[in-house]
């Protein structure tokens, strides 16, 4: 029983130390999500606006890497290498909101559980302010990791329509450019069956 009661304590006082960590993770989100969100409304705006395009800087980027390729007659692997790279950095700025969705409900509840072990043993030793104390830290913590989650979830649902849009976008104007460069378009594929009937 000694061993037990001593692994019990050991847990408590683990469990009573990660309380400052994700007290202070849970401050770091609010201001990440404070942050995120200022952006995300600036975004919002800009595309409403016709202002935002990810196409100006890759066209760029793409007709350069044409131009410098060393081998003319795999432009469409070239476009394709970097069309995938440009997708997946679409992809990866989501990552940061999907992990605040998945870690903000995860460390309300750690900020919940703790300081609620904490109240419990106060209860028992009949100290009520401090019992108190540990119940509005416990709420209050909860609060602010299903908030914190819920606008980044709200965030992710348009982001994601966004990167769908824009690499639709990338796509379309890959494979233009591709065709401009190689002195094929739509028109002349679409007549080439015809002069060969003839």
């Not at 309380?19 to 989100?29: D, K, M």
């Not at 966004?162 to 460069?181: K, P, Q």
Request: charged letters at 20%.
């Amino acid at each position: 029983m000694n061993i037990l009661a001593g692994l019990e304590t050991f847990l408590y006082l683990v469990s009573s130390v990660l309380l400052y960590p994700v007290v202070v993770a849970l401050v770091l989100l609010i201001f990440w999500v404070l942050l995120s969100f200022g952006g995300f409304l600036r975004e919002w705006i800009d595309r409403r606006r016709n202002h935002f395009s990810p196409l100006t800087n890759y066209l760029i980027f793409l007709k350069e890497a044409f131009r410098t390729a060393s081998d003319q007659r795999h432009l469409d692997i070239t476009a394709e290498r970097i069309l995938q790279a440009e997708e997946l950095k679409l992809v990866k700025s989501l990552d940061r909101i999907r992990f605040v969705i998945r870690t903000g409900p995860a460390l309300g509840l750690m900020g919940t559980l703790i300081p609620m072990g904490i109240s419990l043993s106060s209860l028992a030793q009949g100290d009520m302010p401090k019992m108190a104390g540990s119940m509005v830290t416990a709420f209050t913590t909860v609060v602010v990791g299903l908030a914190c989650s819920v606008i980044a979830y709200l965030m992710a649902l348009v982001k994601e329509k966004w990167v769908r849009a824009d690499m639709r976008e990338l796509e379309c104007a890959t494979e233009l450019l591709l065709r401009e460069t190689n002195g094929r378009s739509l028109p002349e594929t679409k007549e080439e069956p015809e002069d060969a009937v003839s």
